[in-house]
Structures are given as structure tokens and as C-alpha cells.
């Protein structure tokens, strides 16, 4: 039996970078229970913790993570299934609106509940061996934690549906030209690039990336009226901040500003 505090490891390679493991290798890290369970309450954690200014998320061996797990699948019945989708939307809903950038560092499969824990994400970077895709209707079941949503609006819908419909496998260079990832880079080089771009992001301005990351989110998926006054409204809240004056008058004494947070 697997111990609770072997299936995701907590770590951190830089101060205020909160690295999170997927560590199931011999199940290429599928997403049981207990695996989804020690994630909820990484990033129910990550979301209270001053110090914690980004997220980083791996896969430890071969995979990111290949998927939900296939026994526990087997046993879902229509409650169940609705119960288990809820609970795993909301999960990675948690990690898409933690007003903390996350990077999603990937290598091997991101398949299925994989490829949708990828994309709730803030960034992703894929290694050169990466592979995606939503092969949930070989199963009989669609994509239940946000794949559906997350990656018609990543992609577009005739894309995203003709990924879903067929099942099919995306290697990292296509995911790359269909805007899935931002970038892709060897193997070897995958968390040094992760680690130097997220402390990259969290050296500035907080409250500029909590209300470019919210008014992305929200103005998705409302009227551009609305979108705008959101936008505004963050707009406004930066201005009122001490980082706004530091970040303009470094701009023009051309020099590099030091952001404080306030």
C-alpha cells in the first residue's frame, strides 16, 4: 500500500517556489485518491502561505502523469462519476484561480487527467518527449475535470474536438504550434527551465500578476463590456500600489525595478 507521504513530494528549489511531484512512477503518476487528496491540500496550503510565490508541478520517471487511475475508474456508477468529476474540477480550478503563477514542467505522457491537470496551469513547459491527448472515449466517458473546456479554449473547438473525438496522441511539437505549450525544450533541460522562468515571474509585481491571471480568466468567459470593466478595475487597484511607482520610475531612470509586494 502506498504511504500518504510518498505520492507527492514537496520540495523547494528556490525560496518562494513551491515545487509539487506527482510520485506514482510505477503507474506512470495516475491520479488516485489518495494522490488527488495530497494535492488539494498542497495548494489549500500553497494558497495561505505568504512565501509561497509560485507553483511548480512535475512528474517524478517516465510520465507527468498518464491519467486518472483505470481500477478506480471501473468502479464509478453515474453518482459516483458525477461526485468524482466535481471533486477533481475543483481541484484544478483551485490551481487555476490560486492568484499564484504555476508552471507545469512536462515530460512523457500527460494524458487524460494529466493533460487536464496540465492545462489548469498557468504555463506549461514541455519536454521533447512529451506527449498529450484526451483518450477518455476509448474508455466510453469523456474528459471529466475540465479537459472539454480548458482545451477548446487553449486550442479553439473545431481542434479540441477532433483531439477528443479521436483520441488521438499529440507530441510536443504540435502541441507547441497549436497553442497547448509555450515552449518545448530538451529533456535534460526541463526543470532548470522551469525553475529560471517561474523566478522570473515571481520577481514581479504581485498584485499585476493576480489581475492579469483574473482578468484573463474572468473576461474569457464574459461579454467584452464586462471583460473590460474588470480589467479597469485591476487596472486601477495596481495603481493605487507602491510597485506601480517603483516599476514606472525604474522604467524611466532605466534601471531594474525591485518589487516589494504592497
Avoid at 54 to 79: P, V, W
Avoid at 88 to 93: C, D, K, L, P, V
Avoid at 129 to 135: E, T
Avoid at 244 to 261: D, W
Wanted: hydrophobic share 45%.
Amino acid at each position: 500500500m502506498e504511504s500518504q507521504l510518498s505520492v507527492l513530494q514537496i520540495s523547494s528549489p528556490v525560496p518562494g517556489i513551491l515545487q509539487l511531484t506527482l510520485n506514482r512512477p510505477d503507474a506512470l503518476n495516475a491520479l488516485n485518491s489518495l494522490l488527488m487528496n495530497q494535492l488539494h491540500q498542497a495548494l489549500l496550503s500553497a494558497s495561505h502561505d505568504p512565501q509561497i510565490k509560485g507553483i511548480l508541478i512535475n512528474g517524478n520517471g517516465r510520465a507527468f502523469c498518464a491519467g486518472a487511475d483505470i481500477h478506480g475508474l471501473l468502479e464509478l456508477n453515474s453518482q459516483s462519476g458525477l461526485a468524482f468529476a466535481k471533486e477533481g474540477q475543483a481541484i484544478f480550478r483551485l490551481l487555476e484561480t490560486l492568484n499564484k503563477p504555476s508552471i507545469m514542467a512536462i515530460q512523457g505522457a500527460a494524458l487524460g487527467g494529466g493533460c487536464e491537470l496540465a492545462m489548469a496551469g498557468t504555463i506549461r513547459i514541455a519536454a521533447d518527449n512529451a506527449i498529450f491527448g484526451q483518450p477518455e472515449i476509448r474508455l466510453g466517458v469523456i474528459p471529466g475535470f475540465g479537459g472539454t473546456q480548458r482545451l477548446s479554449r487553449l486550442v479553439g473547438k473545431g481542434r479540441a474536438l477532433e483531439i477528443c473525438l479521436t483520441g488521438r496522441k499529440i507530441n510536443a511539437i504540435e502541441a507547441q504550434l497549436i497553442g497547448l505549450v509555450s515552449e518545448v525544450v530538451p529533456l535534460e533541460k526541463l526543470t532548470e527551465r522551469s525553475v529560471t522562468l517561474l523566478s522570473q515571474l515571481i520577481r514581479l509585481a504581485p498584485a499585476a500578476l493576480r489581475g492579469i491571471m483574473a482578468s484573463i480568466d474572468y473576461g474569457y468567459n464574459t461579454s467584452l463590456d464586462e471583460a473590460l470593466a474588470f480589467e479597469a478595475a485591476h487596472f486601477g487597484l495596481c495603481c493605487a500600489t507602491r510597485d506601480k511607482k517603483e516599476g514606472v520610475q525604474a522604467f524611466l531612470e532605466k534601471r531594474e525595478a525591485s518589487f516589494i509586494g504592497e
